[in-house]
């Protein structure tokens, strides 16, 4: 038998690769190839901005019962690149990135903003090393563990992006949690006590999916609300200021893969 099992659900495991419903169960319907790089981006019609302003191409689309998602097809010296927005919220992203390596996606460079637990200041560049699992559903792509590590290939080409640009960043571990409106004041001293510097909702997951699936992932952060001080929560301009230059970013991170 695959599977591991536990007194608690989410701490049993099943190392089987096949299921019920494989993300590619749509095949005989689809004619589709995605190119190895994508970015899948936590940035909303930023997205549908950029495609449109770079003339991408429409070469499919993940439905879901709420939306649809377009995934373009862009080029960017001579490279071709899927672009995607991701909804917020492990399960819905990462069953989205889990249909997209199912269909070529192999080297995937994520952004988003995150909340942050040090004194941060807003639009700050973050890359995380490591994801705190917090969250539901890396357990069903990794065996249980407090983290899962970001692969070095996948940071480095997004330093190499940054300091191309001489932005400033930090690299940090990162809190990934599902809980947005139960990250309690003692949680949040908690974590800032085991080295956690950002909070999100889907890095973990993310993370644990591509490694499953043997893809390579990384992200890219940008500062927005700050948890510093949990007595002055401040949710500030959500990091407005850095969608554009984040979704950038990106795209050259993702070259270099």
Partial sequence: MSITKHELPILEYDSSPSAVIQPDHERHLLSLRLPERAVFAFLGE???DYAKAHGAKIAGK???ITKEYPVYTTEADGKQ????????GAPAAVQILDWLIAYGARKIISCGSCGVLEKFDENRFLIPSRALRDEGTSYHYLPPDRYVEIPETARAAIRKALKNRGLPFTEVTTWTTDGFFRETKEMVAYRKEEGCAAVEMECAALAACAHFRGATFGELLYTADTLADVERYDERDWGADSINVALELCIEAVKEL
């Fill in 62 to 64: 993940f439905v879901s």
């Fill in 81 to 88: 690149i899927a672009l995607v927005q991701a909804p917020v």
């Fill in 46 to 48: 930023a997205v549908d």
